[in-house]
Every structure is written in structure tokens, then in C-alpha cells.
């Protein structure tokens, strides 16, 4: 199932609202479909709000493959965007220490399973995938 | 669909999805407040990485004068959500 949205964060609604309707068709469970609503909307968000250049709309798509759930993005005439290998979020640092920066990859890294980057003509593209079989969440303690 | 509103109570109700395009609507009504208060999340489905990213920055606010924010009546996603992120330390929740 696929979709264009443009590149703002008020599309928001039609982009949570494409992965309910693929939710219903392939009768998700509830855990992963929460799973994935968070993860097309934390990728989606970074490439609206880190992605310099783009002004086309971006493309998402979902799929099932294999025991496997894909979500796929592409962000057009974009400079080259990097999905970060920061270090894994400091959850226990005290309310003064804490941010809340980094969290939004943090739980794409953990609702799923695989992420990976690509860049070829201007265009990014981001894949997360998820093994079906999962009902946990993985708890990253960091450090 | 998101709401917003404070019950006569003095509660804060949110309800429906916070996603990243409601954080300056949730931005604006948490700064009204202004000493310990609910959080009642009993009809919210969903919050993403930036929504809480406003939580906790009125939790910082409200900290530095010995107040806070109760988050009550998380869901089973929330809650696995907010341990996730760490949250269950640095917000009392109920």
C-alpha cells in the first residue's frame, strides 16, 4: 500500500491514516499496528525536519513479505541524509540531564527490527522492517 | 482526531492521537499550567517521540519550582512507550 503526502508535518493525520487502512487489510494486531503508526511517523517527521532541499511530496509504502512488515520512505532532491549511528539514548539520566532528542530513532530501532538507508539521485531512502513473529518491545537500557 | 481541555476538576484530558502536528496546540495549553497537575490519558491512543518531547519539557519547567505533572490511565502501548523512552522515572505515573 502506497501513498504521497506532502512534505509538512500536518500531513501527519493522512500519513497515520494510510497505515490504519493497511493495518485493516492485513488484519494487524494491535501492538504492531501501534508499532508501525509510531515508526512511518518518526521517519516521516525526520524527513521533514532534517531533509534540506526537498520539495516534492514524500512517498511511503507498506508491505508484507516473507513474515516480514516493510515500511519504505523516499524523500526526493534531498541533500544526503544520513540515519544517524548515534549512541543509544541515555534513559536514566535524571529529569535535568534528560532530552528528548534522539528518542524518535530510538524507538524506530526498537519496535523494529532492521533499518537501513539508502541515497542515489538526490532521493533518500529509508526501510524499516519487522518480523511479524515479535510481540515484544526491545527495552535498550543505553548507557 | 486530538483534544485537548482541562476538566473542571483541574484535570488536563487528552484524547485521540498526539502525533508531531498537535505538539504546539499541547505546546500552549501546558504552559497554562502552572503548579503539580493530572494528566489524564485515558482516552489517548497514540503520542509520538516530539509530543513527548513537549511533556517533558513542561516537566522540566514545572520541576524547577517543585511542581509536576501525574500521568494517570496510560494504555498497554503508552505505557510500554513511556518505559521505553525512560519517562517512568522522570514523571509520577498512576
Redesign the interface.
Known amino acids: 500500500m502506497r501513498g504521497e503526502f506532502t512534505r509538512e508535518?500536518?500531513?501527519?493525520?493522512g500519513v497515520?491514516g494510510l497505515v490504519d487502512r493497511f493495518a485493516q487489510e492485513h488484519g494487524l494486531d494491535?501492538?504492531t499496528a501501534?508499532a508501525t503508526?509510531?515508526v512511518v511517523?518518526?521517519l516521516f517527521?525526520n524527513f521533514v525536519r532534517h531533509n534540506r532541499g526537498g520539495v516534492r511530496p514524500v512517498e511511503v509504502e507498506l508491505t508484507m513479505a516473507g513474515g516480514s512488515l516493510e515500511v519504505r520512505l523516499w524523500d526526493h532532491d534531498v541533500a544526503p541524509f544520513r540515519v544517524p549511528e548515534r549512541a543509544p539514548?541515555?534513559?536514566?539520566?535524571?529529569?535535568?540531564e534528560?532530552?528528548?532528542g534522539g528518542?524518535?530513532l530510538?524507538?524506530v530501532r526498537?519496535y523494529f527490527d532492521e533499518l537501513t538507508y539508502g541515497y542515489s539521485d538526490g532521493t533518500v531512502c529509508v526501510t524499516a522492517r519487522r518480523n511479524l513473529w515479535r510481540t515484544d518491545?526491545r527495552?535498550?537500557t543505553?548507557g | 482526531m486530538f483534544d485537548i481541555r482541562r476538566a473542571d476538576d483541574g484535570r488536563w484530558v487528552l484524547s485521540g492521537r498526539l502525533d508531531a502536528s498537535r505538539v504546539e496546540t499541547v505546546r500552549a495549553a501546558l504552559r497554562e499550567i502552572t503548579g503539580t497537575c493530572q494528566l489524564d490519558f485515558s482516552d489517548l491512543e497514540y503520542i509520538s517521540s516530539l509530543g513527548l518531547g513537549v511533556l517533558l519539557e513542561a516537566q522540566k519547567r514545572l520541576g524547577a519550582s517543585g511542581h509536576g505533572l501525574v500521568i494517570t490511565n496510560l494504555n498497554e502501548h503508552l505505557t510500554d512507550l513511556f518505559r521505553l523512552a525512560g519517562f517512568d522515572s522522570v514523571f509520577e505515573i498512576r
Open positions: 508535518l500536518g500531513s501527519l493525520g497515520l494491535e501492538r501501534f503508526r509510531l511517523e518518526e517527521a539514548v541515555e534513559i536514566g539520566r535524571p529529569l535535568d534528560r532530552t528528548a528518542l524518535g530510538h524507538f526498537s518491545v527495552h535498550q543505553g
